[in-house]
């Protein structure tokens, strides 16, 4: 997988930048829905993760009132990340 945090504006960017053979790679995560954007790049199937969590000073995440959410190809595998790595729950 190929994580992706960006702005929305650099979306386009993005994509352009990243060789077509590995597009269905990129795990999005944003806090807005990218339905549309990734829909015109025949990328709507692609990892998409809404995070709810916010950085503690120490380094740690802290899971907000709702769930993080991932969906796509690498979903699983993010989720698995995201527990592992910074004890933060995540819905597929």
Do not use: Y
């Not at 959410?69 to 595998?77: C, L």
């Amino acid at each position: 997988p190929i994580f992706v945090a960006t702005t929305a504006d650099s979306i386009q960017c993005v994509i352009k930048a990243t060789p077509p053979t590995r597009r269905n790679d990129l795990v999005w995560m944003q806090n807005g829905i990218l339905t549309g954007v990734l829909g015109q790049h025949h990328l709507a199937d692609t990892t998409r993760a809404v995070l709810r969590l916010s950085a503690q000073a120490d380094g740690s995440f802290q899971s907000g009132s709702l769930a993080s959410v991932v969906h796509g190809t690498h979903a699983h595998d993010f989720a698995n990340i995201l527990r592992v790595g910074g004890g933060v729950e995540c819905d597929v």
